[in-house]
């Protein structure tokens, strides 16, 4: 009988020691299985940032060294780029204008990393956005870059260029005061068709932009030429702003600068 008790008692004991181990087996491999998981979603996340990293390199691979430096900077540090659009009322934030479909590609293309601030100044020439301190919305904005089209087309036969690149430079001026490290970019408004003067003026801003150093983006390269009656096609009826197809054709410009594809 004693025999009997001692053999149970083993038994029992082994059973415990059994089921013991089963348990710790079972803890260990649930431990190694979440440890799995946790790097191969560790490997999936930096495998989407390296991802991520390389399109922005692709995409940035035509801009000058400065803005491409920036946007890279941003996209791994995961900053946002401030990236203020001016001008006049062709530069509208109207949702089927140029600046609105500009920033739907350029989203699509870089995620996050802009922030992007529409302003535009109605019925006014330079010399009033100037006189009546109407940049200064843009000074607040403090931008890291600006893309700006000045308002040669109002400005054209009131204020003479020369006046309306002086106030082109005060503007910038101004700006610069702030930060000095801002990325200007200046582009003409939309072209007119059989225009005269105007297209004279546009070219001296060209230099005058060319001259001191800053990007131009000459979309007009993309429209019909200026004496081409299908130039009409592009524009509204009293040629005071492009059309649905002139701002299509005015965005897939600059998409095509900022987004290399």
Not at 10 to 36: R, T
Not at 37 to 62: C, M, R
Not at 126 to 142: D, G, I, P, R
Not at 165 to 181: F, G, S, V
Request: glycine share 4%; hydrophobic share 40%; aromatic share 12%.
């Amino acid at each position: 009988m004693k025999r009997l008790w001692v053999l149970l008692i083993c038994m029992f004991c082994a059973i415990i020691i059994m089921v013991g181990y089963l348990h710790w087996q079972e803890k260990i491999s649930a431990q190694a299985s979440i440890s799995n998981v946790e790097k191969s979603e560790s490997k999936d996340i930096n495998s989407l940032t390296a991802s991520g990293s390389q399109n922005v390199k692709d995409y940035t691979k035509n801009l000058p060294p400065n803005l491409k430096i920036m946007i890279e900077d941003a996209s791994n540090k995961g900053k946002k780029i401030k990236f203020v659009i001016y001008g006049s009322e062709t530069t509208s934030n109207n949702k089927n204008a140029w600046p609105n479909i500009l920033k739907t590609e350029m989203n699509e293309a870089y995620g996050s990393v802009f922030e992007f601030i529409i302003i535009s100044e109605k019925d006014k020439t330079s010399k009033e956005v100037v006189n009546e301190n109407l940049f200064e919305k843009v000074t607040k904005e403090n931008p890291d870059v600006l893309l700006f089209e000045p308002f040669l087309l109002k400005d054209n036969g009131e204020v003479g260029i020369i006046n309306t690149l002086l106030n082109i430079e005060d503007m910038i001026a101004d700006l610069k005061e702030k930060n000095e490290d801002v990325f200007v970019m200046l582009q003409p408004p939309h072209p007119l068709y059989n225009a005269t003067f105007y297209p004279k003026e546009v070219q001296e801003f060209k230099q005058f932009a060319l001259a001191e150093g800053y990007i131009y983006l000459d979309h007009w390269q993309s429209w019909p030429k200026q004496n081409d009656s299908e130039l009409k096609q592009y524009l509204s009826e009293d040629n005071a702003k492009p059309n649905d197809k002139g701002n299509r054709v005015w965005a897939d410009y600059l998409a095509q600068y900022f987004i290399s594809r």
